[in-house]
């Protein structure tokens, strides 16, 4: 985050008791509906095997927008899986996404929970929902506490610039939402219902089958809160969130042919209060996906997919001196995405080729933009190439962008990778990234009397240009990983705001082109799975700095660490225990007398503790307690309350 995104806190308070009474009833009710028996059921190898770690074991599609081994990959690619989400005790996917190392949570004023990657903001991470871009940016941070964690299966994450395939704002990385997908076989029911201090009650609920050609899952939830994410002010906090999720898959034939269609929606509300106001957003999030695929050539080698999305999201805003917002009150905004999408993966020569054509038609619809409503069409054509030589793979890419708004921008990148024997790995890439201008940096308008100042957008801006150079080595074995990175991040002509002359009273201020500088760092961690023990380690060190300013990057942690136990243990209980720490950060500036201190957030050692037990045959009992040490650092972004939870899922076939 950049210097103009001054910021100030204090320590974080939460409220809130343990709703336990509500959580046993729906417990019991839960449990009575299963008709499950009493005895406990003799030990599950799925359920009480050791965690391999996934490093060892997944199949990705991000690093090349096709399936592939996550050990083949080109670029690094981290996973965060299933059981590592059931682990976490996160209800959202901020919460689960910060416990990682390298994805540092983001201050917020506005109520939201964003990441940083490799010391880059929130609005320079490309957030992806089954490949798809998801929208809903509120002053340039996409809200992941948004997504429930119930309905994703794994999260794909690449740290650094991806924008050769995915475009605009990748330039800081790429996290890709995997949602849960049915499973073929007779139908399927799946329930959860979760509880904890500061207000916490969540529940949701899926259907999920299939058969000979098809599969599909439905599913529905509610969660409730008092804790508002990114903010270290929680007074009056309230958030709850209605979701629904759907995936279906259909094969109509025995061509190879497949259509798939998923669609994702949100319903939120909030509340938080600053001095005597409290503050309100309503938002509503709805996505949708429809993809056909199929095997196409003389020899059926290669794939082709068609793909239809949409995304959209509303925002109402608004204040009150009351605890309930007024009606008919505030300022409402909507943005969407139409995208067609035509990609094609074949072998070509030694190696395999991967194209494709994304084009987009972006709405923002607002009070606070010149004519109220702008549009933007996008055409990006996009290719890499994947050939061996032996152990050496090298992959060349590029994309070309052209805007309606803003031009044409081009984007290459080189990444190789060689097997050296033995389990080792060594990748390198050097490639570019860019975020283009949003429309509220063109478009706008904005005047606040009160505080005395007014806001103009930059119609002529252009996109935001960063270089990349990444190396790493890695070693993998039948159930143990290793992985060191480096790299280096310059960017330039990074949007800021920039102050104007006084007119009228008021100061005014546009947007321009005038940040650069550089982000650095490296990222270790290591792995292993050996009965009845999982352990996984990791270290990340970044500095990051505005060469124009000569001030440290706001937000960025220069050290960060992790390590996560989970245990077997007699009687089907598999304990796990994880402690997080994040070093000194910069939090603010503030100027005095012509000079300018650096404000800092103080470090933070948390502590997370969880137990999952088998109670019957297809039911799981949860309980954590989050921060477990109750720490409470300075300036922290979002609550860092001690949370105790509990919860029970259960599943039966039909």
Not at 108 to 127: D, F, N, T
Not at 129 to 154: C, K
Not at 420 to 429: D, I, K, Q, T, V
């Amino acid at each position: 985050m950049l210097p103009r995104a001054r910021r100030r806190g204090g320590k974080a308070r939460g409220r809130g008791g343990c709703p336990v009474m509500a959580l046993a009833g729906l417990c019991m009710n839960l449990l009575a509906a299963f008709e499950l028996p009493a005895q406990v059921p003799p030990d599950s190898a799925q359920r009480d095997s050791v965690h391999v770690p996934q490093m060892l074991t997944a199949v990705v599609s991000t690093a090349s927008r096709r399936l592939q081994r996550v050990t083949d990959a080109p670029v690094t690619t981290e996973v965060v899986s299933r059981s590592d989400i059931e682990r976490s005790g996160a209800s959202n996917l901020n919460a689960l996404l910060t416990q990682f190392v390298g994805l540092q949570p983001q201050p917020s004023a506005i109520g939201s929970g964003g990441i940083q990657m490799q010391g880059l903001s929130s609005e320079r991470v490309m957030v992806l929902i089954d490949g798809q871009p998801l929208v809903g940016r509120i002053d340039g941070e996409l809200d992941l506490s948004r997504v429930p964690t119930w309905m994703v299966d794994h999260v794909e994450v690449i740290k650094g610039p991806l924008s050769t395939l995915y475009g605009s704002a990748a330039m800081g990385g790429v996290v890709n939402i995997i949602t849960r997908s049915g499973l073929g076989g007779a139908p399927m029911m799946r329930a959860a219902v979760t509880g904890g201090t500061q207000g916490r009650l969540d529940a949701d609920a899926a259907l999920e089958g299939g058969g000979d050609r098809w599969t599909g899952t439905l599913g529905a939830g509610r969660r409730g809160d008092d804790v508002q994410p990114g903010r270290t002010d929680q007074r009056a906090a309230r958030t709850g969130h209605w979701d629904a999720n759907g995936k279906f898959q259909w094969m109509p034939g025995t061509s190879g042919l497949k259509v798939d269609a998923s669609m994702f929606g949100v319903l939120e509300d909030q509340r938080w209060q600053t001095g005597q106001l409290y503050n309100f957003s309503n938002n509503t999030q709805l996505d949708s996906r429809m993809t056909v695929s199929g095997p196409v050539g003389s020899a059926r080698s290669g794939e082709l997919a068609s793909t239809l999305y949409y995304s959209t999201f509303s925002h109402l805003s608004r204040e009150s001196t009351l605890p309930e917002p007024v009606t008919d009150s505030g300022d409402f905004s909507r943005a969407a995405l139409l995208r067609g999408e035509v990609t094609y993966s074949a072998p070509l020569g030694r190696g395999t080729v991967d194209a494709g054509l994304d084009l987009d038609h972006d709405v923002l619809a607002s009070p606070r933009i010149t004519l109220g409503r702008r549009t933007d069409w996008t055409a990006e054509p996009f290719a890499q190439y994947t050939v061996h030589w032996g152990p050496v793979s090298l992959v060349p890419g590029a994309r070309v962008s052209y805007s309606s708004q803003w031009g044409t921008h081009f984007t290459p990148k080189l990444a190789t990778m060689t097997r050296l024997g033995g389990g080792f790995r060594l990748r390198a890439s050097a490639g570019a990234g860019y975020r283009a201008p949003a429309f509220k940096e063109q478009y706008l308008t904005f005047l606040n009397g009160s505080a005395g100042y007014v806001v103009h957008g930059n119609p002529d801006l252009s996109p935001e240009t960063s270089r990349n150079i990444s190396g790493g080595l890695e070693w993998t074995g039948a159930r143990t990983y290793a992985r060191f990175q480096a790299y280096g991040n310059w960017f330039s002509g990074f949007i800021e705001d920039i102050a104007l002359a006084d007119s009228a009273g008021l100061q005014s201020y546009t947007y321009a082109n005038v940040a650069h500088g550089i982000t650095r760092g490296v990222d270790l961690d290591a792995g292993v799975a050996w009965a009845p023990l999982s352990l996984d380690a990791s270290f990340g060190y970044v500095e990051g700095r505005d060469r124009g300013a000569n001030l440290p990057l706001l937000g960025v942690t220069p050290q960060s660490g992790r390590v996560s136990a989970a245990f077997r243990l007699p009687a089907g209980f598999r304990p796990s225990v994880t402690a997080l720490y994040w070093g000194r950060a910069p939090a603010s500036f503030e100027s005095q007398f012509g000079a300018t201190t650096v404000v800092r957030r103080g470090a933070f050692t948390r502590v997370d503790f969880n137990v999952q037990r088998a109670l019957a045959e297809g039911v799981e009992a949860n309980i954590g307690v989050t921060n477990l040490l109750d720490a409470h650092p300075l300036l922290w972004p979002g609550t860092t309350a001690r949370r105790i939870y509990a919860g029970v899922t259960a599943t039966r076939g039909f």
